[in-house]
């Protein structure tokens, strides 16, 4: 090969697919919950808070999020005046260290494609939440630097 010529390297890539998947950390209590979603938007957004207020029924929540404008808006607002028992809270802009959420979603990718070949996209989703379901809550604890 000439020099500053790079090789063409035919693989089995599934880089064109995106697995979108909202989450949400407890890091007092160490628990999490991850939703695969089609699109990273408003409407999965909504899907993953409706889940939330299912799991954590009648105690009130404090959801902080990082500022993605599929957090915000018209809807959200509306959503958030009828589940009045829910408040989201906005973290500054370019600050991922401050949502414990980023050190689970940092962790997860590390831990499930480092140095491991997929054949194929779907073994990868249910890698990722097979992994997901076995974390401890001390483990999600320490990785949110709670304890």
């Not at 999965?44 to 902080?64: E, N, P, T």
């Amino acid at each position: 090969m000439k020099k500053g010529k790079q090789p063409l390297i035919l693989t089995k890539s599934q880089h064109h697919k995106r697995l979108n998947v909202f989450g949400w950390v407890n890091p007092i209590a160490g628990t999490h919950g991850m939703v695969r979603q089609e699109k990273g938007n408003t409407d999965g957004f909504l899907a993953m808070l409706k889940g939330i207020l299912l799991r954590y029924q009648r105690v009130v929540i404090d959801l902080w999020v990082d500022q993605a404008r599929w957090h915000k808006g018209k809807r959200i607002a509306e959503f958030l005046s009828y589940h009045r028992r829910l408040a989201i809270k906005y973290i500054p802009k370019y600050h991922p260290e401050l949502n414990p959420q980023e050190m689970l979603w940092r962790t997860m990718r590390y831990e499930e494609t480092t140095d491991t070949y997929y054949e194929t996209f779907e073994e990868l989703v249910l890698s990722v939440f097979k992994r997901s379901q076995t974390w401890k809550p001390r483990k999600i604890m320490s990785l949110c630097h709670f304890i």
